[in-house]
């Protein structure tokens, strides 16, 4: 069996950043006060936990060994948290601005392999169905947080979110039209 190191690399780097995504939103779950959001958190670290899996099983096809361990940045990243957690204590809206943040990190990394030219159609289609989950959870999370700047309330926020989106297509349309004219 050919071993495809490049791609086993990449695969395995968003493997340990997911892993930490996994880790955030578990502990996000615990720390924050809104049971709705906890359940939120502890949806979206099973579905990270599945692109992991299916990130694995690409890393295994293209006979690599995968990673099962966070990344070392990620530990890093946890210890700075724990200490401005112990210096300035959290509340929810400080937990989702935490992992919103994490979640544009995600992105990039998830961006940045995807732009990738040499990557194999296997590692390219594991990378893209994990991308799915990693897009799904920065939108909804960077939501989340705008709607906490504006003062919404989660579960308003979560009401009115296909209300929101509707009048934002209503508006890039209208935009779209002032450019044509």
């Known amino acids: 069996m050919t071993t495809h190191n490049s791609d086993t690399t990449t695969l395995n780097t968003l493997i340990a950043t997911l892993l930490d995504s996994v880790e955030g939103y578990t502990k996000s779950a615990d720390d924050v006060r809104d049971p709705d959001l906890a359940q939120?958190?502890?949806?979206?670290?099973?579905?990270?936990?599945?692109?992991?899996?299916?990130?694995?099983?690409?890393?295994?096809?293209?006979g690599g060994n995968p990673e099962d361990d966070?990344?070392?940045?990620?530990?890093?990243?946890?210890?700075?948290l724990n200490l401005k957690e112990a210096v300035t204590g959290t509340d929810d809206t400080a937990i989702i601005?935490?992992?919103?943040?994490?979640?544009?990190?995600?992105?990039?990394?998830?961006?940045?392999?995807?732009?990738?030219?040499?990557?194999?159609?296997?590692?390219r289609s594991a990378i893209s169905t994990a991308w799915n989950s990693v897009k799904s959870g920065h939108d909804e999370?960077?939501?989340?947080?705008?709607?906490?700047e504006r003062g919404d309330?989660?579960?308003?926020?979560?009401?009115?979110?296909?209300?929101?989106?509707?009048?934002?297509?209503?508006s890039d349309l209208r935009r779209q039209d002032d450019t044509l004219i």
Do not use: C
């Not at 935490?98 to 590692?123: M, Q, V």
């Open 141 to 148: 999370m960077s939501n989340l947080k705008h709607q906490r």
């Open 40 to 62: 939120r958190f502890r949806s979206r670290a099973q579905e990270r936990q599945s692109a992991v899996a299916g990130l694995q099983a690409a890393v295994t096809r293209l």
């Open 70 to 80: 966070s990344s070392t940045m990620g530990g890093i990243h946890r210890a700075f």
């Open 153 to 170: 309330s989660y579960r308003e926020g979560r009401q009115d979110a296909g209300a929101q989106q509707e009048y934002a297509s209503e």
């Open 97 to 123: 601005n935490e992992i919103e943040r994490g979640e544009d990190y995600l992105k990039g990394k998830f961006e940045t392999a995807l732009k990738a030219d040499d990557l194999a159609p296997e590692a």
